[in-house]
């Protein structure tokens, strides 16, 4: 993906040509994201999961919830991490090893879109104040790669954590200790949804695929709250956008946004009525 | 980085902010280009208590040489924080957050770059933070930008840089260290003037779209005054009456 190929210059051509002309490489609208398939509880054994395909990007997404130590200066409320990995077998160019930049941007990413919305509410998360809270963990894995990974692990985060089950747990001992039948749902609210838009040439495209994302100058993701506003937005790529171009990407990833929420919610909807 | 503070008075009821400034007015910047003597170019900042060292080796041979493009010349960014710059003492390993900060520096600097001109080099970018007190980010994209410049290193502009933010449901400019922590929202913007083009952004916090929108007008203006200090930093050492 770093590494640009013949064809990768080969396809950039073709890729503009087609912008030229308002079209693009798979016949998609500028503004309109691929198909997005949200298949919850994917892992039973995860207290939460869910397995996205952003068209041909995979990546499933595991929520595992158990006490913690809070962090010295936040004893008043839980933990929330979000990671992502990609793995050897979803390309070529992947290597095992330690995580590459962009593999640690695509993580704190993702985990900054949720954590700014305040999806989570880690202030029902205590056990015993200053003492032992609940840790939630949401661990991303890419299967299959095309592209834009940012919103892919974005909505398999948040409706892995949407469809979450947590147990309670009390004090005895001072250890904590899980409360027969006190499985409850994990306590969030609103649902962010990021959109990852790529400039190419003068074109802003949403959701890039795979040779889009190869060929793009830059990128920016908007994660926007179901009230519409924006919490969380990350700029990348070696080129620059002008102040209208980001603002008319705002709109975007409020308009975008809006309908992939509601793609979500009626996952979660048909999962809880199934299950 | 420490916790929040209940009762600090953010914004009071004159519109004077936690540090006396007013909503749309920066810290106290000084830049200074050059003061490395083995480095190509250099710069310092004060940018408010941040102190930042930048210095600039290149473009020169590309180790290891696989990394190396026969098409064009390579920017690498090490932005590092010394572990006596922040309050708890940070690990001297470069953490997940310093290898995300390098890689956003990058590629705010690589649209200002004429790295096509040196074909199988780099030029290596390397950031000391000596101490940080909120928008090191900014200051250190700032003094980057002026330490290229003082290499010698052909450029199509600078990058200036400085953070808007939401506080007490007031939108205004240069985010603090305090202000960071209790306040609403943070956006970093690093914005080439010349070129018109924002090369940095980020953003957290909440935010409606309409202050959206004036965040990153705030931090457009914001830019423009840094850009003239960049300038002037230059400016003073290759046409002023400074010693070096």
Known sequence: MATVSVIDQLKKTQILELLEQGKRIDGRALDEPREISIEINAIPKANGSARVYLGDTDVLCGVKIQPDRPFPDTGDKGLF?????????????????????????????????????????????????????????????????????????????????????????????????????????????????????????????????????ASMDCRVTITTDSDGNICALQKGGSDGFTQEEINECGDMSVKVGAKIREQIKSAQQEYQQNG | MGGRDATMVLLDKNGIRCDGRKIDEPRKIMIRAGGLKNADGSAYIEFGDNKILVGVFGPRDVHPKHMSNTDTGILRVRYHMEPFSVDERKR???????????????????????????????????????????????????????????????????????????????????????????????????????????????????????????????????CEIVYELQKKALHDKYFGNRDD
């Not at chain 1, 004090?171 to 790529?198: H, N, R, Y």
């Not at chain 2, 506080?167 to 914005?191: C, F, K, S």
């Not at chain 2, 003037?193 to 090369?199: E, G, N």
Request: aromatic letters at 4%; a negative charge; glycine letters at 6%.
């Open chain 1, 81 to 213: 991490m979000c990671t992502a990995e990609l793995l050897p077998l979803s390309h070529p160019t992947v290597e095992t090893g330690p995580p590459q930049p962009h593999v640690i941007e695509l993580a704190r990413v993702v985990d900054r879109g949720i954590r700014e919305s305040h999806m989570v509410d880690v202030t029902q998360l205590v056990i015993e104040k200053d003492k032992s809270v609940v840790g939630v963990f949401a661990d991303i894995v890419v299967i299959d790669y095309d592209g834009n990974l940012f919103d892919a692990c974005s909505y398999a985060a948040t409706a892995a954590l949407l469809t979450s089950k947590t147990p309670t747990w009390e004090m005895v001992d001072d250890q904590p200790s899980v409360v027969e039948g006190g499985e409850k749902q994990l306590p969030v609210s609103t649902i962010p949804v990021s959109v990852t838009m790529g400039k190419i040439g003068n074109n802003i495209v949403v959701d890039p695929n795979g040779d889009e994302w």
């Open chain 2, 92 to 222: 001297p390993a470069p953490s997940r957050r310093e290898i995300e900060i390098s890689k956003v520096i990058k590629e705010a600097l690589e649209p200002a770059v004429m790295l096509e001109k040196f074909p199988r080099t780099a030029v290596d970018v390397f950031i000391e933070v000596l101490q940080a007190d909120g928008g090191t980010r900014c200051a250190a994209l700032t003094a980057a930008s002026v330490a290229l410049a003082d290499a010698g290193i052909p450029m199509r502009d600078m990058v200036a840089a400085i953070a808007s933010g939401k506080v007490a449901d007031t939108i205004i400019l240069d985010v603090n260290n305090e202000e960071d922590q209790a306040g609403q929202a943070d956006m970093p913007i690093g914005y080439m003037p010349s070129l018109k083009k924002i090369t940095l952004l980020q953003l957290d916090g909440v935010l409606t779209p309409e202050e959206y929108k004036k965040c990153v007008d705030v931090g457009v203006k914001g």
